[in-house]
C-alpha cells in the first residue's frame, strides 16, 4: 500500500489488487485501466456455485452490475462476480467470472494488478517469463523477446509479457522468501516497476517496497456472447526461497509461511 495512497472516490486505491475491466490501461477509448477499480462492490448472498478452493477456510463473494453511469461510457450490461478465498497455509486465491447479461456480444481486456510487497526492489528477481516475448509499455508497446534469465530491478521497468505459463515466481533474496503466483484464464502477464518516475499518489522511496506483477487478458481481448461466462483466477501464495526443483510446478515438500 503506497503511503500515500487516497481513499476516496473517484481515484484508485494505489495498492492491494487493483481490478481492471473492461480495460487494461490505455489500449482502448475508456479511462486507463477502466472503471471497475474505482467501484464499490456488493456482498453477493447466493452466487451461482463455484467449486471451492480445497484449501481455502474463509472466502467472500462480491458482486458488481453495470451501473446507469458506467453504460453510458460502456454500453454493455455485465454482471461480475469475484471470490476471494484465504487458504489455511495463507494462501490468496481471487476468482473473477463475468457474465454478459447483455442482448449482444462484448469484448474486453482484463487484469488483476497486485501491487507485492518486497524488502528492497534490487533485491528481488522475477522469474518464469525467460525466452518469452514482450511489449515495452515505455516504448509504445514495441516488440521485444526476453534472453535474460530473470527479470531484475535497476530502472524503470513496464512489459506485457505475451503468452505466458500459469506460474510466475517472485524471488525476494533478502526475505529469504519466494512469492508464487498463479494463473488461469489469463495468458498475459505485466511486470511493473516504476522507480523514480513520478506517479499520482507514490511516496517518493514507495517503489523501492513493491512489484506489480499482473495476470492480465489483453493481447486476445475476451468475448462474450449474451449469456456467456469467463472465469479467471489468480492464486498467490509464499514459500520459503530454495522450495523449488529447477523446474516451474515441480515443488518440493516445503511448509508454506506466512507474509
Ligand atoms: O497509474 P495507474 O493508472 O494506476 O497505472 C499504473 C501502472 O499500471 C500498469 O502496471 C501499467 O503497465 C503501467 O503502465 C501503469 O503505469
Not at 528492497?120 to 517469463?129: A, M, N, T, Y
Request: with cysteine.
Amino acid at each position: 500500500m503506497s503511503s500515500k495512497a487516497i481513499f476516496q472516490p473517484p481515484t484508485p486505491i494505489r495498492g492491494g489488487i487493483p481490478v481492471l475491466f473492461p480495460q487494461y490501461s490505455n489500449t482502448g477509448p475508456l479511462p486507463s485501466h477502466g472503471f471497475v477499480r474505482n467501484r464499490f462492490w456488493k456482498i453477493d448472498t447466493n452466487p451461482p456455485h463455484l467449486p471451492s478452493h480445497p484449501s481455502s477456510n474463509a472466502r467472500i463473494d462480491l458482486i458488481l452490475r453495470s451501473s446507469e453511469d458506467d453504460l453510458k461510457i460502456w454500453p454493455h450490461k455485465y454482471e461480475f462476480r469475484l471470490r476471494v478465498a484465504l487458504g489455511h497455509q495463507g494462501d490468496l486465491t481471487l476468482t473473477p467470472r463475468v457474465k454478459n447479461s447483455d442482448r449482444t456480444p462484448f469484448n474486453f481486456t482484463f487484469a488483476f494488478h497486485p501491487y507485492f510487497s518486497v524488502s528492497d526492489i534490487s533485491e528481488i528477481q522475477v522469474e518464469g517469463l525467460h525466452n518469452l516475448d514482450y511489449l515495452d509499455q515505455q516504448k509504445n508497446r514495441t516488440r521485444f523477446t526476453d534472453h535474460c534469465k530473470v527479470i531484475t530491478f535497476n530502472s524503470q521497468l513496464d512489459r506485457l509479457y505475451l503468452s505466458t505459463p500459469n506460474k510466475i515466481r517472485i524471488v525476494d533474496h533478502k526475505k529469504k522468501k519466494t512469492i508464487v503466483v498463479h494463473k488461469e484464464g489469463q495468458v498475459d502477464a505485466v511486470v511493473w516497476n516504476p522507480w523514480e518516475k513520478k506517479v499520482s499518489d507514490l511516496g517518493v522511496e514507495d517503489y523501492r517496497r513493491f512489484v506489480a506483477v499482473e495476470s492480465a487478458a489483453v493481447e486476445k481481448p475476451i468475448t462474450l456472447k449474451p449469456g456467456e461466462e469467463w472465469k479467471g483466477v489468480l492464486q498467490m501464495s509464499v514459500v520459503p526461497s530454495g522450495c523449488f526443483t529447477g523446474k516451474l510446478g515441480h515443488k518440493k515438500s516445503c511448509i508454506h509461511s506466512h507474509t
